[in-house]
C-alpha cells in the first residue's frame, strides 16, 4: 500500500464549478499535511497547510480526518488558472519518531474548461 | 518570500560525464533536500541534509552523491551519469525542525544521452 494515495485523475469540470480531492495516508502518527500545486514542467508550490480543525483560504478549504486517515481539498468557483496537479503530502514517521521527510502523492489532476 | 535556486534549468550531459546540479537557498533554513520527478513516478527523496556537512540518504541513493559545506549550499553529484538518471531534479529547503513544508527550487531537467 502506497503512503500517501490520490485518484490521478484528471478531474475535467467547467468554470464556476466546486470540485473536491481526497488523499488517504498509511502512517497514523502522521502530524503534518500539506497540500501543493504543480503546473505543467514547473516546481512544486505550497498551496496550503492542513490543520486538524480545518482551515480554508480564499476559494480553497482543506479538512484533516484522523480517524479515517483521509485529507480532502476543497476548490470553490473554479477559475481556468486552477488548472494544475494538485499533490497531498504527509511527513514521515517511523518507530522512532518524526523522521523529517516528508511524502508526496503523486498528484490529481485538474482541468478547468471554459 | 523563499528562493531557492538551482544552477540550471536545462543541461545535456553524456554517458559516463560527472555532473554537478548546484541549489542555493537564501532563508537560513537547516534542511535542503533532493529529488528526482519523473512521469508515473511521482517525487522520489535521493539525499538531504539537516546540517552542514550532514546528508542522510533518502529512497533512491544510489548513483548520486552530495555535499553541504556551507548551510546555503547543496550540491548533488552524479558521479558517472547514465541514461536512466535522465530526469527532473527539484531542490528544495525548509526551517529547521521536522516535518515542516518544503520550499522548492524551479528544477533542473537533466538530459543524459
Known amino acids: 500500500r502506497k503512503e500517501v494515495e490520490q485518484d490521478p485523475g484528471p478531474f475535467n469540470v467547467p468554470e464556476g464549478a466546486t470540485v473536491a480531492f481526497n488523499c488517504t495516508y498509511s502512517n497514523s502518527a502522521s502530524q503534518s499535511f500539506f497540500w501543493y500545486r504543480q503546473d505543467c514542467r514547473k516546481e512544486p508550490k505550497l498551496l496550503m497547510s492542513v490543520y486538524s480543525s480545518g482551515n480554508e483560504d480564499g476559494r480553497f478549504t482543506a479538512q484533516l480526518n484522523r480517524a479515517s486517515q483521509y485529507i480532502s481539498l476543497l476548490i470553490r468557483d473554479s477559475k481556468l488558472s486552477d488548472s494544475a496537479t494538485y499533490l497531498c503530502?504527509?511527513?514521515?514517521?517511523?518507530?522512532?519518531?518524526?523522521?523529517?521527510?516528508?511524502?508526496f502523492g503523486q498528484g490529481t489532476t485538474l482541468q478547468v474548461k471554459p | 518570500d523563499v528562493k531557492v535556486t538551482q544552477s540550471s534549468r536545462y543541461l545535456v550531459k553524456r554517458t559516463g560525464e560527472k555532473v554537478f546540479l548546484e541549489c542555493v537557498q537564501d532563508?537560513?533554513?537547516?534542511?535542503m533536500f533532493w529529488y528526482r520527478q519523473d512521469p508515473g513516478l511521482g517525487l522520489r527523496l535521493i539525499y538531504f541534509?539537516?546540517?552542514?556537512?550532514?546528508?542522510e540518504k533518502g529512497d533512491i541513493p544510489e548513483g548520486y552523491s552530495v555535499s553541504r559545506e556551507k548551510k546555503e549550499r547543496f550540491s548533488l553529484i552524479l558521479e558517472s551519469a547514465s541514461t536512466n538518471q535522465t530526469s527532473m531534479y527539484l531542490c528544495?529547503?525548509?526551517?529547521?525542525?521536522?516535518?515542516?513544508?518544503?520550499?522548492f527550487g524551479p528544477g533542473t531537467r537533466l538530459t543524459v544521452t
Open positions: 532563508m537560513d533554513h537547516e534542511n
Open positions: 503530502v504527509v511527513n514521515l514517521f517511523h518507530g522512532s519518531g518524526n523522521t523529517g521527510k516528508l511524502i
Open positions: 528544495a529547503s525548509s526551517p529547521g525542525g521536522l516535518g515542516y513544508e518544503q520550499y
Open positions: 541534509s539537516y546540517d552542514v556537512k550532514m546528508k
